[in-house]
């Protein structure tokens, strides 16, 4: 299980933008060979964002299932790969409109995980490559306007998202008196978002158009708990927004896997 709580705060050039997103993923696995595991997993989703003072409301619920594979390649890497399919169900207001619709999308993620010692301690890097296309359905924005009806038709849309990231984990292991192992650790990393709606741009308090950096550092912190052979707990918190001044995304994990 992999439950995850996302808050953004973005207050860069005049705008108001609050939102917030959690998503929980359940997912099994096996070893289907002394190197590879297979596996698939289910999660479902929520966020909410509002900007503009409030003028402009968004919804969104949603699943996905992901097939993935991890293939250990030598002693100290290892590669995993997983398949992401999602359906969402959006809502949104301006102001006195309202009007939903659905969205899709498809994409893949690619990871390769180091392990090497440090003295009494781990080092662990990490690549990462995301991305992911996605389709929006058309629909009508509905409403009054000074008690006149007005709908507005909005067009189908699509884009894609693309991630690329290099992180280092630092961490050590420490024997507890019950025969278990904790490991507390610290994860630095870059993010490069080399596709974007909109190519990553967003209007002003002037609703001129802003361009900003596509790199991002994120800040990780946290702990993970072996108890005996089966059981693996983990909990981090993140502060993902590093070098954009006025934009604070946090991020709070709970992680447990159960080997049965």
Same mark, same amino acid.
């Given at each position: 299980? %992999? &439950?995850?709580?996302? #808050?953004?705060? *973005? %207050?860069? *050039?005049?705008? %108001?933008? %609050?939102?917030? &997103?959690? !998503?929980? &993923? !359940?997912?099994? *696995?096996?070893?289907? $060979?002394?190197? &590879? !595991?297979?596996?698939? $997993?289910? $999660?479902? #989703?929520?966020s909410r964002s509002d900007n503009f003072g409030g003028a402009w409301d968004s919804d969104s619920d949603g699943f996905s299932i992901s097939p993935y594979v991890a293939y250990r390649l030598s002693e100290r890497w290892a590669l995993d790969a997983s398949l992401i399919w999602r359906w969402g169900d959006n809502d949104t207001e301006l102001a006195t409109l309202d009007g939903s619709f659905d969205t899709r999308s498809f994409g893949g993620a690619l990871n390769a995980h180091g392990q090497y010692r440090w003295g009494e301690a781990l080092l662990r890097p990490t690549v990462s490559l995301f991305y992911s296309r996605e389709r929006s359905d058309d629909y009508d924005l509905d409403g009054k306007i000074l008690g006149i009806p007005v709908e507005v038709e909005v067009p189908g849309d699509s884009y894609s998202t693309g991630v690329a990231s290099v992180s280092g984990e630092l961490s050590r292991i420490y024997h507890t008196d019950h025969a278990g192992l904790i490991m507390p650790y610290a994860e630095l990393g870059v993010d490069w978002a080399f596709e974007q709606p909109n190519d990553g741009r967003y209007l002003n308090e002037d609703l001129e158009w802003e361009d900003p950096s596509d790199l991002t550092g994120t800040l990780r912190t946290g702990a993970r708990w072996f108890v005996g052979e089966a059981t693996l707990l983990e909990a981090s918190a993140g502060y993902l927004s590093i070098g954009h001044d006025d934009l604070d995304i946090w991020e709070g994990r709970l992680y447990l896997s159960y080997r049965f």
């Open positions: 299980m %992999d &439950a995850r709580y996302t #808050d953004i705060s *973005d %207050d860069r *050039d005049g705008q %108001d933008l %609050d939102g917030e &997103a959690q !998503v929980v &993923a !359940v997912g099994v *696995d096996r070893w289907v $060979s002394e190197q &590879a !595991v297979a596996g698939v $997993s289910f $999660s479902v #989703d929520s």
